[in-house]
């Protein structure tokens, strides 16, 4: 019976009016396609490490192909997650991304499957990583440590550069202008035989960069630079073999003027900041008959930012930070049966920091650490599909960890199918947690001290009669242990007819996180000043949960996607505390009151609700289309002002946020066929459309502005 | 049957409780008297109130100061009391910016001393026997100093105090009589600014207490 189901499944794809063209359908497995009607489904490597369909894989995933990233007509890596359902982008130390309500300390950026480096307080800028040449980006949600190890709790983005051979000889030009000084220029080129080719591009970007301060005299602060450039060779010698070298270089230089009104007058501090990134690649693909695929891989990476702050009397203070990350690993891909896929390999790294927060100039930490990894995947007669591995990290400075991940995906008809995984993942310690040594001279001379420095740092300042207290946490110091979560998710995808030749697909996926082990900063003495020293310690414990729903409604002209998520979060002893009433805020006439669990909002900077609405009309002549987005994030707490140690609604909350853009393009002139268009095209857009604005919480939001762009395709 | 049976167990039980419940309250001595001391509140007592900047930009220069001098602070007479009484048992508190001292030990000749209890401010009824009260013995102080460790919150984002909601300071006078006080704000007019006001005006209506208290007079731990 059931077979009869899917033959009628693949003859409806076959009949079908809609072409699935660039989001085709493949499966590594050989198997039948499990395909009824135009199912909207993206090929996505990160979820497995081999190609998978979305609707095959057994995690919540979002795949943005190139074309999207185009129409939407964003530059840099942070502007376009921003827009995506279930993911936040929260401002500070760069922009971060939040998945699944974990923050970006907890999530794993890559490119091409190898994690970027250079984090600030955790965070990874994603507005480093400009958007050129990409096939697609891919976000996998939930943990995914059990392949990629450290830092994939929340999820992991990769993006994955466009090595279709096919693109051979080509060569585009592009040119963006917009406000605030805007201008953006890309190059693309390529060359191909038979057996090499090269592809490589260019993109200098500059910008006045944007900040909204009450001090501040203009929100205008100084201007950005950003160069980034990519070459990549390919080289097949022979059947089953592909050598592929990759070069990235990524630099940003900023400057930031900030005049402020003192009482003695106007001042001009200016802060300087510099970027460098230099990344290399060397992967050697083999084939060995039919069923095994093997691919040896070697990763550098280094990245480097030095930062000044000077004003008029001289440099206030110099920071330097150089992070190099060098890896090995080996993978291979083994197909026993049609049924059967099994993936494994092993990898080993040298990550290593400088830091003039750390040490002396010159100074060097290093983490060493190797993994071994395994996944199976087997596909039951009865189209269920299990997805079972495990990663073993063991490193040099902290414990080994074991990531597990059990993972299940079957059909509950044609028209629709579910999914559900367990899975753990783990971030081992940051370095700064291990071996900061800070003191802020400004901020009533506060100390924070990594965990390993703790002890010699407090008793060196007792012995120089330094310290007024020690206070619990001190005795409580131990060596730093990753941090872990354990994650549940379940999910569902259908698809409707709606009408004739209106299609829709529903997803919808229910998460909870567990988070064990996490690394909070505790005060752990007081100086004889007043000023406090902190220090990092495994105390805290906590809870994400939510529900994601993403509708696409689509016909041959226009394309509807409605995308939200309820989340909510938490910490576990918080609320113990508040049912045994320990915990109080202040009620409306200033005096003191019991909080209540309803009071509770669990942790900062997390929008219970967030979602957002593109609409694309593109009749197909000429390649035109216009495109409507907007974003909404609801209300998020983001200090703990009432002072009680958690974070409740009586706190400071900064207000929802409602953002649009409109965009259209188009190429010129007409084509001779539906799929071949003139060798221009152009772009015009306008962001924040209605002029949203917040000084205090959002204030590098830019205002509305727009951009005109005109790309030409030599050949 | 069973969900009938079910009500009427509900019904007996609350019954039961009704009746416990009143014959509980018949049985008590006396009514919950009436305070036996007076809630005083204190509006916008300045302490060492902002005066300047320093020169230059944050992070060096542009930090505000003021000139140095406690507002000292008579619980017992609920007036000020000036400076020069300083070295007196006229005084029972001292504030300078967010620091509060006791008149005791490094402070002052007097008895002082405190704690800092945690819980509601009326539900303070009286201070246990077995607690200790804190001289000043500088650096440390009887309402020990700090954000986060005292009786307040300092955010260095928003450049705001707040006091900490559930801390009452449990204060021996300087002549030994027991208080209890609740800081209620920290800015002129007992309302704290809102955190997009510039920081200047931030800096002109901070260090204004507003605070509320009860001092027993007979000496005695009840309030």
Redesign the interface.
């Known amino acids: 019976m059931k077979g009869r189901f899917f033959r009628l499944v693949v003859l409806a794809t076959l009949i079908s009016p809609l072409k699935l063209g660039a989001q085709k359908v493949v499966s590594t497995l050989d198997s039948p396609l499990l395909i009824v009607a135009p199912w909207k489904a993206e090929v996505v490597v990160s979820g497995t490490r081999t190609e998978k369909t979305t609707l095959e894989l057994p995690l919540p995933a979002l795949v943005i192909p190139a074309e999207r990233i185009r129409q939407s007509g964003n530059l840099r890596l942070g502007d376009l997650l921003s827009e995506q359902s279930g993911l936040v982008v929260t401002p500070g130390f760069g922009a971060g991304l939040q998945i699944q309500g974990l923050s970006a300390e907890y999530n794993l950026i890559m490119i091409d499957g190898e994690p970027l480096v250079g984090r600030t307080a955790g965070v990874l800028d994603l507005n480093r990583i400009p958007l050129v040449h990409l096939k697609q980006v891919e976000v996998v949600k939930g943990p995914s440590s059990s392949l990629y190890g450290s830092d994939a709790l929340g999820g992991v983005v990769n993006m994955v550069t466009n090595l279709d051979s096919n693109l051979g000889q080509h060569l585009n030009v592009s040119l963006r202008g917009g406000s605030f000084k805007l201008r953006d220029l890309r190059l693309e080129a390529g060359l191909g035989k038979r057996r090499w080719s090269w592809q490589g591009w260019v993109n200098p970007y500059s910008a006045q960069q944007f900040s909204l301060r009450?001090?501040s005299q203009s929100p205008v602060v100084g201007p950005i630079l950003r160069l980034s450039q990519q070459q990549q060779w390919s080289y097949r010698p022979g059947r089953g073999h592909e050598f592929i070298v990759q070069w990235r270089t990524q630099f940003d230089t900023a400057r930031n003027e900030?005049s402020?009104t003192?009482?003695?007058g106007a001042?001009?501090?200016t802060g300087r900041e510099q970027n460098r990134e230099q990344t290399g690649r060397l992967d050697w693909h083999h084939r060995i008959g039919k069923r095994y695929d093997g691919r040896l891989r070697f990763y550098a990476t280094r990245f480097r930012n030095d930062q000044s702050?000077g004003?008029e009397?001289g440099l206030?203070?110099t920071d330097g930070f150089d992070q190099r990350y060098l890896k090995s690993e080996w993978q291979g891909v083994w197909n026993p049966s049609t049924a059967t896929q099994w993936v494994y390999g092993a990898g080993a790294v040298r990550d290593a920091v400088q830091s003039a927060r750390y040490d002396a100039v010159g100074f060097e930490r290093v983490n060493p650490f190797f993994y071994l990894f395994n996944q199976l995947e087997h596909r039951f007669p009865g189209r269920t599909t299990l997805l079972a591995a495990l990663r073993y990290d063991q490193h040099r400075l902290y414990a080994s960890a074991w990531s597990p991940k059990l993972a299940l995906q079957g059909w509950i008809n044609p028209q629709q199918s579910w999914k559900i995984s367990i899975s753990r993942g783990f971030k081992v310690p940051d370095f700064r947690q291990l071996y900061l040594n800070f003191i802020?001279?400004?901020?009533?001379n506060y100390r924070v001290f990594g965990s390993l420095r703790a002890q010699e740092g407090v008793e060196a300042l007792q012995m120089a009669g330094q310290i007024?207290?020690i206070l619990d946490d001190y005795g409580r110091l131990a060596e730093l242990r990753p941090e872990y979560s354990t994650a549940l998710q379940a999910g569902t995808v259908r698809y409707f007819d709606v009408a004739q030749h209106w299609q829709a697909q529903w997803e919808s996926d229910l998460f909870l996180h567990r988070l064990e082990n996490m690394i909070d900063s505790r005060?752990i003495a007081?100086q004889?000043?007043?000023?406090?020293i902190f220090s990092y310690l495994n105390v805290s414990r906590a809870m994400t949960s939510g529900w994601e729903n993403r509708l696409r409604i689509y016909h041959r002209k226009i394309s509807l996607s409605l995308g939200g998520q309820y989340l909510w979060c938490g910490r576990p002893d918080d609320l113990k505390r508040i049912r045994s009433g320990?915990?109080?805020?202040?009620a409306e006439d200033?005096?003191?009151?019991?909080l209540t669990a309803r009071d509770y909002r669990g942790l900062p900077f997390r929008s219970t609700w967030q979602g957002q609405l593109v609409v694309t009309y593109s009749p197909k002549p000429n390649d035109f289309f216009i495109r409507w987005q907007s974003t909404y994030r609801s209300a998020w707490i983001?200090?703990?002002?009432?002072?009680?140690g958690l974070f409740n609604q009586q706190d400071?909350s900064a207000p929802a946020l409602c953002t649009s853009r409109l965009g259209l393009g188009s190429s010129w002139p007409n084509g001779r066929t539906p799929t071949h268009f003139g060798p221009w095209t152009w772009q015009v857009g306008i962001d924040n459309l209605f002029n949203y604005q917040n000084?205090?919480f959002m204030p590098n939001l830019l205002p509305r502005s727009a951009f005109i762009q005109l790309s030409y395709k030599l050949f | 049957m069973n969900s009938v049976l079910w009500l009427n167990a509900r019904f007996i039980l609350l019954g039961f409780m009704i009746s416990l419940f009143s014959l509980l309250n018949a049985c008590k001595p006396d009514e919950p008297e009436p305070p036996k001391t007076e809630s005083i509140v204190v509006r916008d007592l300045p302490a060492d109130t902002i005066i300047g900047l320093t020169p230059g930009t944050p992070p060096t220069g542009g930090i505000p100061f003021g000139a140095g001098k406690f507002t000292f602070y008579s619980l017992e007479n609920n007036t000020v009391v000036p400076s020069t009484d300083s070295a007196s048992n006229k005084w029972d508190l001292a504030f300078r910016g967010t620091t509060i001292f006791t008149n005791s030990g490094s402070s002052g000749p007097g008895l002082g001393g405190a704690f800092v209890w945690n819980g509601l401010f009326d539900e303070l009824f009286s201070i246990s026997l077995d607690s200790t009260f804190n001289a000043d013995n500088a650096p440390n102080y009887g309402i020990p100093t700090g954000s986060g460790r005292g009786w307040y919150t300092y955010s260095q984002a928003e450049q705001l105090v707040r006091p900490i909601p559930g801390k009452v300071l449990v204060v021996r006078t300087a002549m030994g009589k027991y208080a209890k006080v609740e800081i209620l704000n920290y800015y002129k007019g007992g309302i704290t600014p809102a955190v997009t006001e510039p920081d200047s005006i931030k800096y002109k209506l901070q260090r204004y207490y507003t605070f509320r208290y009860r001092i027993q007079k007979d000496g005695s731990k009840n309030f």
């Open positions: 009450p001090f900030v402020a003192t009482g003695s001042s001009v501090t702050l004003n009397q206030i203070y802020n001279p400004a901020a009533g007024a207290a005060p007081v004889t000043d007043g000023g406090q320990q915990v109080y805020t202040r200033g005096s003191s009151r019991l983001t200090a703990d002002t009432d002072g009680n400071l000084a205090f």
